[in-house]
């Protein structure tokens, strides 16, 4: 709600009433001298109780112990790209291995229509890991698991493990065959891990749908998904779908005449969104419906990227899709062909696709098809949806001629099986083209499936070798892609190779791929654990967006080396402040990748301070002052959670990680333990130790805490008791208040974190006050720890009430008061948190944002400039679901066929049919199965049952350097006054206003700054103003020598027919059984 300007007769008639209540007001200048006594005093505690300027001399006259070394930015990323280059290299060649090991076992391999049983072996990775789990099971083993710290689960190097999607019957011809040459796979995957113990996951993603993997590992628990079954397919995995085609440009062209109705209607939506899934972010697409008019589903003119949040928009849309009149297939194509010509937008370019689900008709389109695609460049293909008695011969024929391929959806079983194998098409290319398309590539990050965290993946396609026989061409080259061969790398694996503790707390390195989505970044945190969620963070949506970072970003993607020192805005790690500071970006490529890898740095964190590790310093320092039985001399330690040593184990328990430490390092010679780590942490706790001492010897009035806290990992509260209360991150690399501290050059005020949910504190709140200690030497500026206190809320607010106090006064206002019925006093810091008050009630509030303690000023302050804001978007947050209870999730999702179903041969042909069959086989046999998954349910973490969601925050900062502000809030019939004053030096500010209870006539909603459910910015805006991007340099859509005779069918993974029959009359008998029942 906007405050208005106040006219002059306003003024008038506050003269008029009271006589003069204007003049009683007090005038800026005396607020001033009001201010300079709050900060002088505030000041001279903080700059006595710390003591910082001690403890820069105490580094000074230690210098002998250390030395001051430059981080090369330039050198820095150019080794550490390197590095990365040399990990993803050998995980290539690793690659290169299987694959083409993959494509001979192909080849030597002996189709058969039956084996024995003693012909196929395999470990099922669904199979329980109970003992009688696979006893009476063809062809079933069972690995013999240990615990594996490096995949942090269950694993057997001594075999794979085989995953197969639900949909897909186990028992059929097509997956017998290639259980039985997969399986020599298993010695190759053995090998690569005997050469490279680092090796993660190997995985061969069949293109029929099954998975083996390397080594064997349970599959993740099935509770844990959505719908509580196990729906993974890897052919709709992210690495899958990049390996398996080049890039696509996608129009779905949906029929929306009067026929499509009902439920060839509702398949069709199914069967659309379904489509969608296949897509990653480096294709575009676009969904349309026609009947005489094409009408476009969402708000997209024209193709956009297919990533998760147009997918979302589009499969929105399509389910608002109507059917009426008649089909005009001609006004379809004409503007689906239009779609995949428009050449200003940002696109795939590379295979061009039409999508069309249909219910089928008279009319093939003939002559728009041959005006807008006589060369064939763009594939069309047709899906005849539902089950109706229609001619298919002309959409066949659409297909057919358009180097595509028809299939069928009957009903809902066949959708999820259809609206993938179009990727068999569009591999057959990638085939012919033979070595030119064996390029290994490699993934955007997203979350793996088997619990290892944030990955990347090398893929490279696997071919059909064999040689085909027909009558049109003879025996010629099988064109058909096998599979996808793909090797996992951990996100931790490649943070490894960026050294981090000598690029100070607000160093970063930080790496893209062409999209711009980082792969590293200290804001790369998704919260949604679960892996069906693609991780897609923008770097300009990581980092607050200006348009230097733009700059940056298109010359990563480009490939280019650079550097630029840019004046930038940065969000707090605790996400509720905004800093200005400097920042050198320094970039350069991965080669042999897309990635790009860059380093940012502040100016203060060009050098580092590297420890002298000698027996001097060790005797000198004795590491007595890390010890537990020395705390009330030196104040409670902590160390931060580092790697300091091989065989350290880090422990959640801060004191016993301290006492592990102590142990281990008087035990361990230093060749065992990260030199420099353990150096630096020593070398901060002797300088530290010095400083406390010093604390020792004087007593300081309205101090609760004293602290230090530094790079090297050190950070002392004095006195020990009031480590009680320290809640800070031990870890200074990740603590809020220190990294934020080190990009200012004034005393930092912190208030807590406010109580939302209502209990009583356990004591009474503290503020945190805390400085950078500079270091100047030889001219080097470093800040190598903070320096603070926590000031007592009671001794402040006397302190600051007595500052104001104005002796002799009559009528005018003597002052903040406390408790004063005509006005309120308070102070905020740069975020506008409530940090001190005159009221009782206030401080009750301490930590607060004001905008929901009092709306009306914090609007006008933001009105009038002392705060700015800025709005951003979290896309990596996750909310409670917007429906459903969580009870409600699981059986809403199981599929219940429909009689019409069960009477179609072409359901039961449709392998999802046989999902269905074992849930019901399993509920007749086993009538408490649900009741024991509810149950388990509560096992799971809540986590598991929330949503991934964008959330919006508003941040609120100084942007300016004026220092006094005044105004009046205008509620209609009564107003209010106020002045304001920053308290130089700090991060403060000092208001004094009419009281909020003198004038209740104009308060509006509170105004937000904490995180919020959002829709996010407009789509389809964005969709206008895409981001720059850069797809993949090859493109595979076309080849002279493909065969597409092929164009309309294909082998079935489900069994024949006739033993099908006899099972839909079984199950209609107990079907209607139980309704009789």
């Known amino acids: 709600m906007d405050t208005c300007r106040v006219p002059a007769w306003v003024f008038l008639v506050l003269v008029w009433q009271g006589g003069c209540l204007a003049s009683q007001f007090p005038t800026q200048l005396m607020i001033k001298e009001w201010v300079d006594q709050m900060q002088k005093e505030l000041v001279t505690l903080a700059d006595t109780a710390t003591g910082g300027m001690s403890l820069t001399q105490i580094f000074l006259r230690n210098q002998h112990l250390y030395s001051v070394e430059q981080n090369d930015a330039e050198e820095l990323v150019a080794r550490a790209a390197r590095n990365i280059e040399q990990l993803l290299r050998k995980r290539s060649a690793a690659l290169k291995k299987l694959a083409a090991a993959a494509e001979q076992f192909q080849v030597d391999h002996t189709w058969k229509d039956e084996f024995e049983d003693d012909e196929i072996s395999y470990y099922n990775s669904k199979d329980n890991l109970d003992a009688n789990e696979t006893e009476g099971k063809k062809y079933r083993l069972r690995p013999d698991f240990k615990e594996d710290a490096s995949f942090r689960r269950l694993t057997d190097h001594n075999h794979t493990a085989v995953h197969i999607p639900t949909d897909i019957y186990d028992g059929s011809t097509i997956v017998l065959n290639e259980l039985n040459w997969t399986e020599a796979l298993e010695d190759v995957f053995r090998k690569n891990r005997e050469d490279d113990p680092t090796l993660l996951w190997q995985v061969f993603g069949s293109a029929t749908g099954l998975a083996r993997y390397f080594p064997a590992s349970p599959w993740m628990d099935a509770r844990k998904t959505p719908s509580k079954i196990d729906l993974y397919d890897v052919r709709r995995r992210p690495w899958y779908i990049q390996g398996a085609a080049s890039p696509k440009d996608m129009l779905i062209l949906v029929d929306a005449s009067g026929s499509v109705s009902g439920l060839t209607l509702k398949l069709i939506r199914t069967s659309v969104s379904e489509m969608l899934e296949t897509l990653s972010d480096d294709d575009y697409v676009n969904v349309v419906y026609f009947n005489t008019r094409v009408k476009k589903t969402a708000c997209f ?29 001609t006004k379809g194509f004409e503007f689906a062909f239009e779609q995949l010509s428009v050449k200003n937008v940002s696109r795939a370019n590379c295979n061009k696709i039409i999508m069309l689900f249909t219910d089928g008709g008279e009319e093939r389109a003939q002559a728009i098809l041959e005006k807008y695609n006589a060369d064939k460049k763009v594939r069309i293909f047709t899906f005849s949806v539902g089950q109706h008695n229609y001619d298919k011969g002309p959409i066949q024929w659409m297909a057919c001629s358009n180097k595509g391929y028809f299939y069928e959806i009957p009903s809902i079983g066949a959708i999820r099986i ?4 179009y990727l068999d098409v569009l591999g057959r290319p990638m085939v012919l083209a033979d070595k030119q398309a064996k390029q290994i590539q490699w993934t955007n990050v997203y979350l793996d499936a088997l619990e290892l965290g944030l990955v990347i993946t090398g893929t490279l396609p696997v071919f059909n070798r064999t040689m085909t026989v027909d009558e049109r061409h003879g025996e010629h080259q099988n064109q058909l892609i096998l599979g996808v061969m ?21 160093g970063y390195y930080f790496a893209i791929d062409p999209n711009g989505y980082v792969l590293l970044h ?59 500071g400097i920042r050198t970006y320094t970039w350069a490529p991965v080669n042999g990748t897309d990635y790009s890898l860059a380093l940012a740095l502040p100016k203060y964190s060009e050098h580092f301070i590297q420890a002298k590790l000698g027996e001097d310093m060790k005797e000198a320092m004795s590491m007595e002052t890390m010890q537990l039985d020395r705390f009330d001399e030196f104040g409670h330690t902590y160390i931060a959670p580092r790697e300091y040593c091989k065989e350290l184990k880090l422990s959640l328990n801060n004191t016993q990680f301290l006492l592990d430490f102590n142990q281990f390092i008087e035990r361990t010679p230093p060749e065992a333990c990260n030199v420099s780590l353990v150096s630096r942490l020593i070398l901060d706790a002797g300088l530290t130790a010095e400083l406390v ?43 809020s208040f220190y990294k934020r501290t080190l990009d200012n050059e004034i005393y930092i005020f912190t208030a807590p974190a406010f109580n939302t949910e209502g209990r009583e504190p356990v004591s009474e709140p503290c503020i945190l006050v805390s400085k950078a ?117 699981g059986p809403r999702s199981v599929y219940v066929p429909t009689i019409a179903d069960l009477l179609s041969v072409g359901w039961w042909a449709s392998t999802a049919a046989w999902s269905i069959l074992q849930q019901l086989i399993y509920g007749l046999i086993f009538p408490n199965l649900l009741e024991a998954v509810e149950s388990a349910e509560e096992e799971i973490s809540d986590a598991m049952f929330k949503e991934s969601c964008i959330t919006e925050q508003t941040q609120y900062f100084f942007d300016n350097d004026e220092r006094s502000y005044s105004g009046v809030l205008d509620c209609g019939n009564c107003s209010r006054m106020y002045r304001g004053e920053k308290l130089p030096n700090t991060n403060l500010v000092f208001l004094i206003t009419d009281a909020k209870a003198t004038c209740l006539s104009c308060d509006p909603r509170p105004l937000r700054q904490a995180e919020q459910p959002s829709e996010g910015p407009d789509p389809c805006e964005l969709a206008q103003n895409p981001r720059y991007r850069k797809g993949p340099d090859a493109c595979f859509d076309n080849n002279e020598n493909e065969d597409d005779s092929e164009c309309g069918g294909g082998t079935c993974l489900s069994p024949c027919h006739w033993p099908m029959l006899g099972l839909q009359l079984l199950l209609l008998w107990l079907f209607t059984s139980l309704r009789h029942s």
């Open 773 to 889: 200690v500079d270091l100047t030497i030889d001219k080097v500026t470093l800040k190598p720890a903070v320096v603070g206190v926590k000031l007592n809320i009671s001794f402040w607010m006397n302190s600051f009430m007595n500052a104001t106090l104005k002796l002799n006064c009559k009528d005018e206002i003597c002052g903040c008061l406390k408790n004063d019925k005509h006005v309120d006093c308070v102070i905020l810091d740069d975020g506008g948190f409530l940090l001190m008050s005159n009221q009782d009630e206030y401080i009750s509030l301490i930590g607060q944002f004001f905008g929901e303690v009092d709306p009306v000023l914090m609007i006008n302050l933001v009105n009038t400039s002392l705060y700015s804001f800025n709005k951003t978007y979290d896309y990596q947050s996750v909310c409670d679901p917007e429906k459903d209870s969580k009870a409600a999730a």
């Open 418 to 421: 259809n609206t993938q194998e």
């Open 693 to 735: 001492q010093l604390w020792n010897e004087q007593s300081v009035d309205g101090i609760v805490a004293r602290f230090v806290a530094t790079d090297g990992g050190i950070t002392r509260v004095y006195p020990r008791s009031a480590a009680e209360e320290w809640s800070e991150n031990h870890e200074t690399y990740e603590s």
């Open 486 to 506: 793909g090797i996992d790398v951990s996100l931790d694996d490649i943070k490894k190779l960026t050294p981090r503790f000598t690029i100070g707390p607000n």
């Open 301 to 329: 003119d024209h193709l956009v990227q297919a990533n998760v949040r147009n997918k979302k928009l589009l499969k929105d849309a399509v389910q608002n899709i109507t059917a009426k009149g008649i089909t005009n297939y």
């Open 522 to 580: 200290p804001n790369l945190q998704p919260k949604n654990p679960k892996f069906q969620e693609p991780v897609t963070l923008d770097l300009l949506d990581a980092e607050l967006e200006n348009d230097i970072k733009v700059e940056i970003r298109k010359m990563m993607i480009d490939g280019e080396i650079g550097e630029r020192t840019i004046d930038t805005l940065v969000k707090t790690q605790d996400e509720r402040y905004i800093d200005r």
